[in-house]
Nanobody, 122 residues
């Protein structure tokens, strides 16, 4: 399975910011996005962006207004800017990519990163 390469996780205080990056495959990808697995919980959707860029994005309600995803198609890279972080945002964050369009993006995505830990201290 093609692996995506993530970076940018770490520890931040409540209210702080982090930016995650994920480099994807050079072809066959239309939508890229992020999922997370909080401690003791199932993996959940966070955000996604289509090949069209910032005009075509989707966010989980829990992160709307605080997280922003963006994409550089020339670099095959997707970003997740996380602001106003809360303790409940602490999780392992996974990058994913898929050939399907934004509305069909799900946990059945074809490409995945290894995960990066985000810790939010109170």
């Amino acid at each position: 399975q093609v692996q995506l390469v993530e970076s940018g996780g770490g520890t931040v205080q409540t209210g702080g910011s982090l930016r995650l990056s994920c480099a994807g495959p050079t072809s066959g990808v239309y939508t890229m996005g992020w999922f997370r697995r909080p401690p003791g919980k199932e993996r959940e959707f966070v955000a996604a962006i289509s090949y069209l860029g910032s005009s075509n994005t989707g966010y989980a309600d829990s992160v709307k207004g605080r997280f922003t995803t963006s994409r550089d198609n020339a670099k095959n890279t997707v970003y997740l800017q996380m602001d106003s972080l809360k303790p409940e945002d602490a999780a392992v964050y996974y990058c994913a990519a898929d050939s399907r369009r934004l509305g069909q993006f799900s946990q059945s995505a074809g490409f995945w990163g290894q995960g990066t830990q985000v810790t939010v201290s109170s």
